[in-house]
């Protein structure tokens, strides 16, 4: 039987959360502190870890590997300057410090 699939919520319908709100995550094992950006244990001790929220990803098809949150911003706003039409491409954004670019290499179809 073929089960019939729900498309995921829309970001936008996603209510923002409140300042300081945990967000339990791994079926409630793990908390994530929205403002700090980190993850931690809910029941037991273990060292907190640094959580990413991240639109742009780079990498081989079976890793991939999230950009930084402030190089995240510059390629959605380059993309968005693309689909506007007010630059043209190709369109090269520096990323990793500089150390590579990404390219686009032509605008987004409607």
């Known amino acids: 039987l073929a089960r019939s699939r729900r498309p995921p919520k829309p970001v936008a319908d996603v209510p923002s959360p409140q300042k300081g709100t945990l967000?339990?995550?791994y079926c409630g094992r793990y908390d994530v502190d929205l403002d700090r950006r980190m993850l931690r244990a809910?029941?037991?001790e273990e060292p907190e870890r640094r959580?990413?929220?991240s639109l742009?990803?780079?990498g081989h098809a079976d890793e991939r590997i999230p950009y930084e949150e402030d190089e995240c911003e510059q390629l959605?706003?380059?993309y968005a300057r693309l689909r506007?039409?007010?630059v043209r491409a190709p369109l090269l954004m520096p990323v990793n410090r500089g150390r590579h670019d990404v390219r686009f290499a032509a605008a987004p179809q409607e």
């Open 42 to 44: 809910a029941y037991w």
């Open 84 to 86: 506007a039409g007010e």
């Open 76 to 78: 959605e706003e380059a």
């Open 56 to 58: 742009w990803f780079h």
């Open 23 to 25: 967000v339990p995550v």
């Open 51 to 53: 959580v990413l929220r």
